[in-house]
Nanobody, 124 residues
Framework: EVQLVESGGGLVQAGGSLRLSCAKS????????IGWFRQAPGKEREGVSC???????SYSDSVKGRFTISSDNAKNTVYLQIDGLKPEDTAVYYC??????????????????WGQGTQVTVSS
């Protein structure tokens, strides 16, 4: 069984930075690929980043250059560092876990475990 809890969201000004955390628990804590998603009001849920079990990161074109995903296995935590925040980054951010091995071949439906989300609001 896997449980995910996001934290680190909040209200920040444009241009600022934020680090989101995804705390993972479960017997096979290191057997999952972790993805970050976000959903803004009136928008479809968007996959923004993914990290493989070997630590290899992937990013969507829309966030590449500003977002950095990393993991700390000792703390059972995956992080999403967001720099240069923009108002359009405002969304609920979710982390999710998949048994898939490669980020490039995992679809949203393949993520079986989801956190409750953390709200990120960026003011102008």
């Amino acid at each position: 069984e896997v449980q995910l809890v996001e934290s680190g969201g909040g209200l920040v000004q444009a241009g600022g930075s934020l680090r989101l955390s995804c705390a993972k628990s479960g017997f096979y804590f290191d057997d999952y690929t972790i993805g970050w998603f976000r959903q803004a009001p009136g928008k479809e849920r968007e996959g923004v980043s993914c990290i493989m079990r070997d630590g290899s990161p992937s990013y969507s074109d829309s966030v590449k250059g500003r977002f950095t995903i990393s993991s700390d296995n000792a703390k059972n935590t995956v992080y999403l560092q967001i720099d240069g925040l923009k108002p359009e980054d405002t969304a609920v951010y979710y982390c999710a876990a998949s048994e898939g091995h490669y980020c490039s071949t995992i679809f949203e439906i393949d993520y079986l475990y989801w956190g409750q989300g953390t709200q990120v609001t960026v003011s102008s």
